[in-house]
């Protein structure tokens, strides 16, 4: 027989108290599974007893890593919490120097892999969004989530958080559902111990805000995605491109939600980074293509199955586990930029959505998950968003701005039933407004039987149209092609949860001399520097030769150069490890003499001998030699 147990841990990351935070901040939730009578487990004052050997078994070796991981990013100006001196706001944090520059390298390399092929471009739109869009969009009716409070001390939480121990969906149930597992009494509350909670009621996520004056202003939400923003720009791309589709938008920047209890770190936060590609398509001719990783084999986990296959892209393609040809490419794509990133292939998987969690908007929906100190995280939706997000814009605005033009391949010549204005009665009658009613009448889908009738105009009013306005007639048209809404398959990325994951994957710890060493073994394509020089002895002329070199490297800006002259060679090195600079290269006495320098390699130690004029050539083209860990 075994127990479930739940319990509240402290958190390993070091959190500044302060009489506004809220007490749950400075826990996280624990679920234990253990075999009651293995583990003499017996209930004493509230207390639960667990056998000494069993406590030992549950205490694994690595189970201080991620605080050793985290104090590590925090001491080098990596990542840290926001506005500590404050007390500190759960859900935003701080990128340091180092971690502002990984941040950059990450999001660079990420418009570099995307925009490369020519047929995708970057934009941009503003952070603070029109209510009307995202009502169009079904945010301001869809994005939330479910939320309740303690009856005793007033804390809210996030409803299905609260019970994610006992249930494998629990961000799949509905209010009731969750409700009536927070009755049962067997879910406490983290701040107070009580189990009575107030019923479930869902909370919209987005931050509410205005645009203008105060008794006039217009309501508007900051952005929860930067997907909608690429919408309203289709038009613009559409025209850029010669009218000629397939072609995608890129952006990247903040994204806000308000989310109910952020947790995890890095993992979920009300301010974020998002990095999202709409790509558009004639969903008659689904593109694909060769570029991409199709060969890796990764865990592919289809809606219809509870554990995963380990299979490459292509053969998921080819069994039917992938149904669309865009989504694959697509996977395809995205595998290999996230390894190139520096993500280890063992700790990723692709997870397709089931239909109980599929967002409004999408028809199919796969997540690239990421294996790290946290669990399996969501970093990454791939989703084939078919025409609904252009479709909505164009009904919710009456405009035409949101479809493309498909030719034939040859003329198709049909009859068309229409009602055709009459120019003498429609011009009197509607004056300045008779260019939209004609528009609308040869626009007509489906034609009225008989006058009278009403037709909405483009600007969504109403007119009444007499029978002495308008003449019946069959007329024979050829026609050399036809509109139609493109679809829309969209990779979004979650650019702080990859970042985590790329530091998380690349810290490595060993012993040398004795002591603990850390290396974190970054990709050259997101360490935060190319290199760092090092004056052996900051005096005799090696100083200055070095920051010669230094601006030398740098002056092209082709690469980001450190400099490093503090404490002892071997000091150094180990600095420039921690924080995953591949090179390390070190102006001696012989460089005085002949101009050659060492260049130390992270990863192994190794040295050699290079000529000055030979290293921006050597460390530029270790670029593509250096790969994820």
Not at 103 to 122: H, M
Not at 125 to 131: K, L, V, Y
Not at 135 to 141: F, L
Not at 548 to 566: A, F, H
Request: glycine share 8%.
């Amino acid at each position: 027989m075994f127990h479930i147990i739940q319990f509240w841990h402290l958190r390993s990351t070091p959190i500044r108290f302060h009489p506004n935070r809220s007490i749950h901040e400075f826990f996280v939730r624990k679920v234990l599974y253990l075999p009651s009578e293995e583990a003499g487990l017996r209930l004493e004052a509230g207390l639960i007893h667990i056998r000494a050997d069993w406590a030992v078994c549950m205490a694994s070796e690595d189970s201080t890593r991620m605080e050793r991981l985290s104090s590590m990013l925090r001491r080098r100006g990596i990542v840290a919490p926001a506005f500590e001196t404050y007390g500190g706001v759960a859900g935003l944090i701080d990128y340091g120097p180092i971690g502002a520059s990984i941040r950059r390298k990450v999001l660079n390399a990420w418009l570099d892999y995307w925009c490369s092929a020519g047929d995708i471009l970057e934009i941009e739109s503003p952070t603070i969004t029109p209510e009307q869009v995202l009502v169009a969009s079904g945010h301001v009716g869809e994005f939330n989530d479910l939320m309740t409070s303690c009856l005793k001390c007033k804390s809210a939480y996030r409803a299905d958080h609260l019970i994610e121990g006992t249930r494998d969906d629990a961000e799949s149930l509905d209010a009731d559902q969750v409700t009536e597992i927070l009755d049962s009494g067997s879910i406490q509350c983290p701040g107070c111990g009580e189990s009575s909670w107030e019923p479930c009621s869902p909370m919209n996520l987005m931050f509410k805000t205005s645009i203008g004056a105060m008794g006039s202003g217009r309501v508007a939400y900051l952005r929860p995605e930067t997907a909608q923003g690429m919408f309203m720009q289709y038009n613009l791309l559409y025209r850029h491109f010669r009218q000629k589709l397939p072609f995608g938008g890129v952006q990247t920047g903040k994204g806000y939600r308000n989310e109910i209890s952020p947790r995890q770190g890095m993992i979920r936060l009300r301010e974020f980074t998002m990095a999202e590609l709409e790509y558009f398509f004639d969903p008659e001719r689904p593109p694909t293509g060769e570029d991409g990783d199709w060969s890796t084999s990764i865990t592919m986990i289809p809606n219809t199955e509870s554990s995963g296959t380990e299979m490459s892209i292509s053969d998921a393609m080819e069994r039917g586990i992938i149904l669309h040809p865009t989504v694959a490419w697509f996977l395809a794509r995205t595998l290999e930029l996230v390894m190139k990133l520096g993500i280890r292939p063992e700790k990723l998987r692709f997870r397709q959505h089931r239909s109980d969690e599929m967002a409004h908007y999408a028809a199919d929906c796969w997540d690239l998950e990421l294996q790290g100190e946290h669990g399996w995280i969501e970093c990454v939706g791939i989703a084939n968003r078919t025409c609904h997000d252009l479709e909505q814009h164009a009904t919710h605005s009456g405009k035409n701005d949101f479809r493309a033009w498909r030719p034939f391949d040859a003329p198709r010549v049909r009859e068309v039933d229409r009602w055709v204005p009459i120019q003498a009665k429609i011009g009197p009658e509607f004056k300045q407004a008779s260019g939209k009613v004609t528009a609308a009448l040869e626009s007509l889908s489906i034609v009225p039987d008989q006058a009278p009738f009403d037709l909405q105009l483009e600007d969504g009013s109403v007119v009444t149209i007499r029978e002495d306005m308008v003449e019946r007639r069959m007329e024979t048209v050829s026609e050399t092609g036809e509109w139609y809404i493109p679809h829309v398959v969209e990779p979004a990325f979650g650019i702080d949860r990859i970042i985590w994951h790329i530091l998380d994957h690349s810290y490595q710890e060993s012993e040398k001399e004795g002591e603990m060493y850390t290396i974190m073994r970054l990709p050259q394509l997101t360490a935060p520097y190319d290199a760092v020089v090092l004056p052996l002895f900051d005096k005799d002329g090696m100083d200055s030769m070095a920051e010669e070199l230094r601006r030398k490297l740098s002056s092209k800006g082709v690469l980001k150069i450190d400099y490093d002259n503090s404490k002892s060679i071997g000091r150094r090195y180990a600095r420039a490890d921690e924080v995953g600079i591949p090179w390390a290269v070190t102006v001696d006495h012989q460089s005085l003499l002949d101009n050659t320098v060492t260049i130390r390699r992270r990863d192994d130690g190794s040295q050699e001998r290079v000529n000055i004029e030979d290293l921006m050539d050597l460390i530029v083209g270790s670029r593509q030699e250096l790969k994820a860990p």
